[in-house]
């Protein structure tokens, strides 16, 4: 069995920075790509950033400058610096990797999701 699991969200004022982390635990034999995807109320799941296992990384447009995404290769964790925060970024923020099980199948797990709110 495979987890995926995010933290990190919260209220925070227009400006203002906070640090997602998502973990992956479980049968792991190896983790590809990770992103981070978002949806705010009405509108659809869009992509806001995503990494490589190598560490090459690309961004939606709307973040780029702002947010900063890296991961720990050996703790399966990654991260989503976010500054500068606007109200636009309002949104559940999910998480999501390509990970290769111990039984050597290949799916896209995917976290919960955090509420990340930004107020004006």
């Known amino acids: 069995q495979v987890q995926v699991v995010e933290s990190g969200g919260g209220l925070v004022q227009a400006g203002g920075s906070l640090r997602l982390a998502c973990t992956a635990s479980g049968s792991i034999f190896s983790i590809n790509a990770m992103g981070w995807y978002r949806q705010a109320p009405g509108k659809q799941r869009e992509s806001v950033a995503r990494?490589?296992?190598?560490?090459?990384?690309n961004y939606a447009d709307s973040v780029k400058g702002r947010f900063t995404i890296s991961r720990d290769n050996t703790k399966k964790t990654v991260y989503l610096q976010m500054n500068s925060l606007k109200p636009e970024d309002t949104a559940v923020y999910y998480c999501?990797?390509?990970?290769?099980?111990?039984?050597?199948?290949?799916?896209?797990?995917w976290g919960q999701g955090t509420q990340v709110t930004v107020s004006s």
């Open positions: 990494i490589t296992f190598g560490g090459s990384t």
């Open positions: 999501a990797a390509s990970i290769r099980t111990a039984w050597n199948t290949m799916n896209d797990y």
